[in-house]
Nanobody, 126 residues
Framework: VQLQASGGGLVQAGASLRLSCTASGFSLNFRNVGWFRQAPGKEREWVGCIAVSDGTTDYADSVKGRFDIDNEKRSVYLHMNDLRADDTAVYYC??????????????????????WGQGTLVTVSS
């Protein structure tokens, strides 16, 4: 059972990036998948989430309108637009270990997630 986040890199402010979260050993169908980030010297914070069964998404205020989460086959994607210097962080994806069908919400709390990817670094230069 493994999650892998990928797609990070160095970009200029205003650019876009797409991060991928791919599962192996289990399916993301009917899971909650969350994206989190941790900037240097700061605590890990929730960025957004998706309930894969019905596509419900939710976003932190700091990224709302700029970031978008969707899924296709075995992966969940974080589309990041209009990137800013304060978006610089290591980005992690995570999945819970429960089956959720049509709940109409997704999970915001770090402790609600069971499986974590290794993180991918996003650096935004101003």
């Amino acid at each position: 059972v493994q999650l892998q986040a990928s797609g990070g890199g160095l970009v200029q402010a205003g650019a876009s990036l797409r991060l991928s979260c791919t599962a192996s050993g289990f399916s993301l169908n009917f899971r909650n998948v969350g994206w989190f980030r941790q900037a240097p010297g700061k605590e890990r914070e929730w960025v957004g989430c998706i309930a894969v069964s019905d596509g419900t998404t939710d976003y932190a205020d700091s990224v709302k309108g700029r970031f978008d989460i969707d899924n296709e086959k075995r992966s969940v994607y974080l589309h990041m637009n209009d990137l800013r210097a304060d978006d610089t962080a290591v980005y992690y994806c995570a999945s819970d270990n429960s089956i959720s069908i049509g709940t109409g919400y997704c999970l915001r709390g770090l402790d609600q997630y069971h499986y974590w990817g290794q993180g991918t670094l996003v650096t935004v230069s101003s």
